[in-house]
């Protein structure tokens, strides 16, 4: 008698708890589709920095220009707006402004 319970409390309660298991490691999963990634439309002279905000490309210029925070190993100078990563495709910063 205990194993007809037991096999029949299996047949009864497996099911569900196997959807409900489903259920939730689908509704933990999050969504099937990722969300689009937005990004802000920068000019040609400028890109985008890890804020999301449009800044000038670095440039070459006999004189500082306006805005420019630093001057690179190369001669350019950078509009970065974070330390991290400004000239470093310019041969790093000679100086900051």
């Known amino acids: ?37 937005l990004h802000t439309a920068c000019a040609a002279t400028e890109y985008e920095n890890v804020s999301g905000a449009c800044v000038p490309r670095p440039e070459q210029s006999p004189t500082v220009p306006d805005g420019a925070t ?12 974070h330390r991290s990563g400004t000239c470093s495709h310019h041969g790093g910063v000679a100086a900051w402004l």
């Open 1 to 37: 008698m205990i194993g007809y319970i037991k096999r029949r409390t299996a047949r009864h309660i497996l099911p569900w708890a196997a959807a409900a298991f489903i259920g939730a490691s689908s509704a933990l999963a999050g969504p099937a589709v990722a969300a689009p990634v």
């Open 70 to 81: 630093a001057r690179c190993k190369d001669g350019t100078y950078s509009f970065s707006q």
